[in-house]
């Protein structure tokens, strides 16, 4: 449990840009996750200057103040969004690492504390002891400590896939930050992002 739950399965880390010396598969899906991510970034860049772009012809035959009021304000925000495209890369490389860091701080100090590997092997011994109320209340233990690190890996697992499909699409996002804030002053879809994340 505690190797799910301190990051040491590598097929569960989101540190997608770090090349570790992993079995195959995972380099496959670390550097497919990579590619994608870098793909779709580049994807992101050509539709920001696109909508630079329309952004300019709009503000070119606008003739009221207000329509270009509103397309200066535009400019400005998709000057912050294509900002943004360059930094994405460095903001989601800090915060993993910066998690991995506080992950194994932790994982230092409990390791002192308890270890989960000689827990369940005792249980596993005492599991087949001869008295039977000994027996019994080990295999107990023992089948809810096999769920629960069910239950972790099943949970890691989904947020591994949940940070892969957000770092993949983040570039996207940025794109439609300066068309989201147009209408309301709300950028919708970094507030669906958002809202995702804590689902």
Known sequence: MEDILFNKVPILSINFFQSTNNSEVIEKIRGSIAAWYYGLRNIAIILSLAVLIYIGIRMAIST??????????????WVVGFITI?????????????????VNMFANSFKNQFNFGSFASQLSFNALAQRWTV???????????????????????????TVAFLMIIAPIITVTYSIDKIGDRKTTSIKYMAKRIYI
Do not use: C
């Not at 200066?72 to 925000?77: A, F, G, N």
């Not at 360059?86 to 506080?102: A, C, G, Q």
């Open 86 to 102: 360059f930094l994405l890369h460095y903001i989601i490389v800090i915060t993993v690492n910066v998690n991995d860091l506080l």
């Open 64 to 77: 009221l103040s207000e329509d270009k009021a509103k397309y200066k304000k535009m400019l400005i925000d």
């Open 135 to 161: 027996a019994f209340t080990s295999t107990i233990l023992y089948l809810f400590l096999v769920v629960m690190i069910f239950m972790f890996l099943i949970n890691y697992l989904k947020r591994m896939l």
